[in-house]
């Protein structure tokens, strides 16, 4: 394996009330190396109680405290006037000695462009290191690089930036802003929520994210398209991925529900090899190849080694190859593309993969032979099995 980045993975903690506090963050400190503590998703009554509660903390995490309004993503609707509050009620902790351990604040860049610049902003900056936030659940906006500027000029030590992935080429943006952001020195969180953005918590860290988001589990995502914090660690490994590790994926959609990624990433951590899979969630297969696969034309830099490809994208995907081999190109559809230099080759290992059982067990010529389904492995397998010499009937709905 090639070296290790320096991943964090971040854990959210939500709770209604402040005495569901102490279990969930103990859950989330073994899985954590920051917790974070939604105030948002406090009843308002609860609030002084919550912190009571994680000033006595035994676990020491890092943690990241976070007040988001609605329209943030926060739960509930705090007002400017209550936000600052319970900020200002920090610092007067932080002087009693209170929050020893290192607390960041994710503060909205709105809040960080008024308050912070006022006496009492910039004194609880001075206690508190500021994460300085924004958020977009619509799509990633055209005006995104002047909301990276504005967050330039703000006292935060950390930028962070979370818009929704409509498709995967939206991606590209938030890698352009975490490279942006190392050519000014700065940290930055970048994450592209959804399914689509995916590849931007598996592989930020390894691109200079300070952290990654993951959930307690399945049922405690804060975000869409939040993997949890197992699956960072045990599936992805992302603690093992550098700029040179191998990137690979399965390109189709949906994507999220496949097996794949378990199985290939498995393989890859037992045999020593410096790769990745990761499930690419593609609508759109011509831009995706156009932006984001091809040598040749692809919008950022990234060691793209081959993907996978299923439905609906095996006949579609095979315009964008340099080279197919002779069966794919008779069968119009391949399952494989693999990066070689500055091209692209496709290949289909369907036929071959779902005959081997068969051979071992049974003489195919002259067999008769049911096939269940009319998708791109189906027609893969009615051609090896017509090469083979079986008969073969199609059953589909």
Known sequence: MTSANKARICVPVCARRADELPAAIKRAAELADIVEVRFDYLEETELEAALGTIAADQYRRPYIFTFRPAEEGGRGAPSMHDRVSFWESLTERRKRGEFNQPVWADIELGLCETWLREERGAEFAHKFPVICSHHDFEGVSADLVSVF??????????????????????????????????????????????????????????????????????EHAT????????????????????????????????????????????????????????????ADVDEFARRMAHPRTREFVWNLRGF???????????RHLDWAEPSAQALGAVNTVVVEGRELHGYNTDAGAALLPLRESVPLRDARVAVLGAGGAARALLWGLREQGAHATLFAR
């Open 223 to 282: 975000a869409p398209g939040q993997p949890s914090a197992t699956e960072l660690r045990r599936i992805y490994r992302v603690e093992a991925i550098s700029e040179r590790t191998l990137v690979t994926g399965l390109v189709g959609s949906p994507v999220a529900h496949s097996f794949s990624p378990h199985m290939h990433n498995a393989a890859f951590a037992a045999r020593g090899v410096d790769a990745v899979y990761i499930p690419f969630e593609v």
């Open 308 to 318: 996978s490809v299923t439905a609906p994208h095996k006949t579609s995907i095979m």
């Open 149 to 218: 500027e504005k967050m330039l000029g703000t006292r935060a030590g950390i930028l962070k930036v979370a818009v929704r992935a409509v498709t995967i080429t939206d991606c590209i943006e938030i890698f352009k802003l975490l490279e942006r952001a190392r050519d000014e020195g700065r940290e930055m969180i970048a994450v592209a929520m959804g399914d689509a953005g995916l590849l931007t918590r598996v592989l930020g860290p390894s691109r200079g994210s300070f952290l990654t988001f993951g959930s307690l589990d399945g």
